[in-house]
Each structure stands twice: as structure tokens, then as C-alpha cells.
């Protein structure tokens, strides 16, 4: 029903399909793996726009090295 075009792995189609099979009925088959679609669909969106925008890496302040003052190493 999904299909190979849907460019999800097997074990989110089958989760997807069972939990709309639960919530919605007979129409979660349709839903379930469409509604998993769009979270992933916007997940990797989200990542690509924040990977852009510089908030890949989160900046770490290191300890100052021995023989540095904290006031060196911020110059």
C-alpha cells in the first residue's frame, strides 16, 4: 500500500500502519504511514534549515590550557 517510493524504512511503515490501524480504524492504514511521512518529511527539513542557519555544532568553552590565564585565553 505504501509502496518503495515512500522512502521509509520497513519497521516505521509497520509501526505507523499498526498505530493508525489502533487509533483511526480501518482509515489509519492510509493515515498511520502518511502522518509518519510528514514527521519525517519535517525532521530532516528542520535539520537541513538549522545545519544552514550555523546551529549544527553547539559551541564548548574549554578549560584554559596550564600556563594560560582565563583572561588569555578568551584574547
Given at each position: 500500500l505504501?509502496?518503495?517510493?515512500?522512502?521509509?524504512?520497513?519497521?516505521?511503515?509497520?509501526?505507523?500502519?499498526?498505530?493508525g490501524l489502533g487509533l483511526f480504524g480501518a482509515a489509519g492504514l492510509i493515515i498511520g504511514p502518511v502522518v509518519a511521512g510528514l514527521f519525517i518529511?519535517?525532521?530532516e527539513t528542520?535539520?537541513?534549515v538549522m545545519a544552514g542557519h550555523g546551529f549544527s555544532e553547539p559551541e564548548v568553552e574549554t578549560?584554559?590550557?596550564?600556563?594560560?590565564?582565563?583572561?588569555?585565553?578568551?584574547e
Open positions: 505504501v509502496g518503495r517510493d515512500a522512502k521509509l524504512p520497513d519497521i516505521l511503515i509497520l509501526v505507523s500502519t499498526l498505530g518529511a519535517i525532521w528542520m535539520r537541513d578549560a584554559p590550557s596550564e600556563g594560560q590565564s582565563p583572561a588569555s585565553q578568551s
